[in-house]
């Protein structure tokens, strides 16, 4: 086997919705674009589609409990419905790529949340805190995010 | 074997909110576990807590991102932060896991299974040997928790990971609830997986509690450790001559900090009952 290729055929499935639809609809494209071999497509194809969501499930958790250390305020202020807001937002969304993802989530989810109309004004306004605390954050250490 | 050293006892897997309270009342725990990537930033906030820390407890850090089982190798930036964080607070070891993160680009955000294969043995081997080229401190390397196994692999979890100490004479961390969560879900009786696990090189072990959701168990981190992980872990202890430290973890349903050492306290009476010492003699 070559781990190397399986490894980015499995980052791509656990992280990129595109990459899971391929996999179960073509597997075929999906083992071209990773150089896979024949018994790597076997691999992947053997891996149980619940399995597979049972872990991007985990992964969404993941990324909330390690977004949150940067959402003090909004997570004060939405309560029980920032599990489900984050939640939904996390699953439409790819994991960002790179180091320091916690804090691009936190800003990421921020910036969508700002704006949305189904939360109290005193949350949107919790959440626009967090997003500047992060930034301020940001700022003070090394890390500059782009976009 | 690399990590063992004297008894170190109980501990918990400090978070920031629990700070405050472990500071007033270091005499609760033996010992502090944190995540090593929650202080990388440098900044004067993370200089102050990892200084208080260090002032008052013995500091294990426990890495996330290291990605010890990428084929495409490790990043040498990851390790020289590392590096300063375990320096910082003077660590007797460091732990990680066995597992990838990232891969072609891609950053997972959560630790990834690898194939338990020959192949990420090698892997493993010489991305651990990079890195002790730069950390002097033992590493020790946690089992995960993952609800499915990449399919086809040349052997079972225990013999991957006996594979992996007797090529680099690593220590283990054990985490017993990941033991526990991984056999429920793969339909194993978790006492028979345990009794594969090389317990020989157990150095540390790590209790926590999950739950079950859509007929999975998640070891969420978010519950107290249930009596059947209390009760692997009591023949962790008579099993593992080498176990010098456990620890409880808790990331989602934080209780006050006197409950997780209450907890923690219930594993040092374990790990020092003269009962639990002689039956592991006796067997």
Known sequence: MSLREMQSALAAVFTESDARERL???????????????????????????????????????????????????????????VQAFD??????????????????AVAFCRHARHDRTLLPKQREAVRSDLREAIAFVRRTWFVPRG | MEAEGAFLGA??????????????H???????EIVADHYFAGDARTRNELGAIRERFTVVPHGLDLSLGSAEGISDRYVRRLKSVIEAVDAPYWSEHVAFTHAGGRHIGHLAPLPMTFEAVDVLAANLERVRKKIDRPLILENIACSFDIPYSDMDEPA?????????????????????YNALNRGLDPHAVLAAFPLDAVVQCHLAGGHRAKGEWIDSHAFPVPEAVWQ??????????????????????LPPYAELASEAARARAIMTSPRTLAMGRAS
């Open chain 1, 24 to 82: 179960a609809t073509n597997a075929n494209t999906l083992a071209r674009k990773y150089g896979l071999n024949a018994r790597d497509l076997q691999q992947l194809n053997a891996l149980s589609t619940a399995a597979i969501a049972t872990y991007v499930e985990t992964l969404v958790r993941k990324r909330r409990g390690e977004a949150a250390r940067y959402l003090p305020r909004t997570q004060r202020e939405l309560g029980r419905g920032f």
């Open chain 1, 88 to 105: 939904t937002w996390a699953r439409s969304t790819t994991t960002p790529p790179g180091r320091h993802a916690a804090l691009k989530d």
């Open chain 2, 11 to 24: 501990g918990i897997s400090l978070r920031r909110r629990h700070l405050a309270d472990a500071i007033v």
């Open chain 2, 26 to 32: 270091p005499e609760a725990v033996d010992f502090v």
């Open chain 2, 160 to 180: 991957f990971l006996a594979n992996l100490v007797e090529r680099t004479n690593c220590g283990l961390l054990l985490d017993v609830a990941n033991l526990y």
């Open chain 2, 232 to 253: 692997l872990f009591e023949e962790v202890v008579r099993r593992a001559p080498r176990l010098r430290a456990a620890l409880v973890e808790r990331d989602e349903n």
